[in-house]
């Protein structure tokens, strides 16, 4: 059975994740009635990373196996037919039969948008705040998260992971008027990870905490320690690498 | 009676336009409502420039009488707090009494942006289209549009408008990776005319009307020369001038 690798974008505003449940609009869900309707088979898509509830992607990548050869173009066309509008799909081939978008995945990157201005253009894309953020201590928190670490200190509980370890190898803001941006690439994230280190770093920064507290937060490997979780609509998967 | 003028921005994807219709949801009429919540008395508000439905605005401005001094901060907040949040209040403040939003401004700048990779995040801030579109061509024809011209061709019939001409003062494309975004500064707008000019330029680029049609269109003061009109999502009222 061909593997087929899928690289799609979808705004999460609309979805309870991207993930299938049994109440509610799941990207997953979208995709796998599309795949079905047109390949006249069940299909199990599989995603790289179980995006949350409103929270987006710029680049979201999934593989799933279909009962023959089938024409990548014309599979692409059809999928952008049925998809609805907030799903786009980009690139589709054919891949070992090994290939699994999560397992197979060396890295992920997000990106967390933080806007000081009122915004209603942007209102689904960012965090909207007015704290006084002090930009250095952002990007020193920034700083602290680079390397391996074991980030149970920012991982949701009531999950079954057991191993919280991660190895973080971008982890930047950059300011560009009254947006903040924070782009943090690792090799894998435990539940809830970036909104977590963005509310912390955000508390820091706005002299809600003092800036010790971010290191021995992280070192603590303990969630009830770390700060609130940064609102879901301001984070964006955007890049899955292989 | 103290004069007040209002910066607001607004996400026009769920509104008939700027002004107030008997049908449906308008900026104004959202406005109206609640400056009428908030100062209880009627109030007349007059914008800059009508948006049609669809269109956004990153910079309009309207104007409107109180019955007496009142707290610009203030009523900045009140109205934040009770518009929808696709609309928002930026700056208020109190200015002569004979300015008024539309007749004072000396410029508008609107924005049109075409988009030619497919996207979910970004779908109703864009036309999205996958032509063949010549840069060279684009940019030869917004430098036709800057001066002083009769703008009728590019003018939407069945308005009641009898003066036609416009000063154009900025007109251009900047092309970043798949986007490309048109830049139009004028003294004043005709009903239509931005998207008119971006549909027949784009049927240009596309080689769908040989380039020197552009001029003679121009020239021609004949709406039904004109090209197709770009949708209204991709538009955007940057700023108005006074």
Redesign the interface.
Known sequence: MPNIKLTL???GTDFVGWQLQENGRSVQGELEKALRQILQQEIRAHGAGRTDSGV?A?EQVANFYVAEKIDGGLLLKAL?ALLP????A?ELEEVPDNFHARFSATSRSYEYVVEQ?????G?K?CWFNTYAIDRILLEHCAAEVIGIHNFRSFCKTGNDSHDFECSVSVSSWSVEGTRFAYRITANRFLYGMVRALVGTMVEVARGHRPYDEFRRILLANDRGKAGMSAPAQGL?LTKVGY
């Open positions: 974008e979808y705004d987006h710029r952008n509008e907030d799903v786009v980009f201005r009122p915004t209603a253009i209102r894309y964006f």
